[in-house]
T-cell receptor, first 112, second 113 residues
Framework: QKEVEQNSGPLSVPEGAIASLNCTYS??????FFWYRQYSGKSPELIMS????GDKEDGRFTAQLNKASQYVSLLIRDSQPSDSATYLC????????????FGKGTRLSVIA | DTGVSQDPRHKITKRGQNVTFRCDPI?????LYWYRQTLGQGPEFLTY????????KSRLLSDRFSAERPKGSFSTLEIQRTEQGDSAMYLC???????????FGNGTRLTVT
């Protein structure tokens, strides 16, 4: 079983809609969770960190964490064409030696 | 705080040549990481340092790869006898501590011909 899994997409949403991106992870004792945005040809850019169960909101972005279900999600409200990018989920796998494990990313396309 | 800086941005080399990349982390960060990313994949961990100590290397890392971080400041990643399969984006990142997010540089794109 892969440590961090994401649907590769593409996920297409109309402008102004809510985009929902999902991620599951394998290690029950993981403590820290991150969402990165990556535009084509660029490096990953941190957009959200979440450390405890529940929701965390920052502007149009909401991260949701459910440790019991080993699930973390990212909601983007009022999606804009500029949100079109690949979104990477990253998890600090506490039981392993790798500091931060990334999923393959979900490609989001916001259609104007 | 000027962010994480990587040099060069692009490198084209012939198979069999050696290449070296440099990374300057955010100054107050004591952890420095190297990742590699190929098209359609997430970043893959290579190695990381806490100050000058190299604490972990990926089992996938060939012995042609070596990294250093003298004096706990900048780091270099060297690839010896490059192969076409080494073509990728090499990403450097730094963080303040174990559970802090990683901040990435712009990456070095390596093309081996």
């Amino acid at each position: 079983q892969k440590e961090v899994e994401q649907n590769s997409g593409p996920l297409s949403v109309p402008e102004g809609a809510i985009a929902s991106l999902n991620c599951t992870y394998s290690d029950r004792v993981s403590q820290s969770f991150f969402w990165y945005r990556q535009y084509s040809g660029k490096s990953p850019e941190l957009i959200m960190s979440i450390y405890s169960n529940g929701d965390k909101e920052d502007g149009r972005f909401t991260a949701q964490l459910n440790k019991a279900s080993q699930y973390v999600s990212l909601l983007i409200r009022d999606s804009q064409p500029s949100d079109s990018a690949t979104y990477l989920c990253a998890v600090n796998i506490a039981s392993g030696n790798t500091p931060l494990v990334f999923g393959k990313g979900t490609r989001l396309s916001v259609i104007a | 705080d000027t962010g994480v800086s990587q040099d060069p941005r692009h490198k084209i080399t012939k198979r069999g040549q050696n290449v070296t990349f440099r990374c300057d982390p955010i100054s107050e960060h004591n952890r420095l990481y190297w990742y590699r990313q190929t098209l359609g994949q997430g970043p893959e961990f290579l190695t990381y340092f806490q100050n000058e100590a190299q604490l972990e290397k990926s089992r996938l890392l060939s012995d042609r790869f070596s990294a250093e971080r003298p004096k706990g400041s900048f780091s270099t990643l060297e690839i010896q006898r490059t192969e076409q399969g080494d073509s990728a984006m090499y990403l450097c990142a730094s963080s303040a501590n174990k559970n802090s997010p990683l901040h990435f540089g712009n990456g070095t794109r390596l093309t081996v011909t």
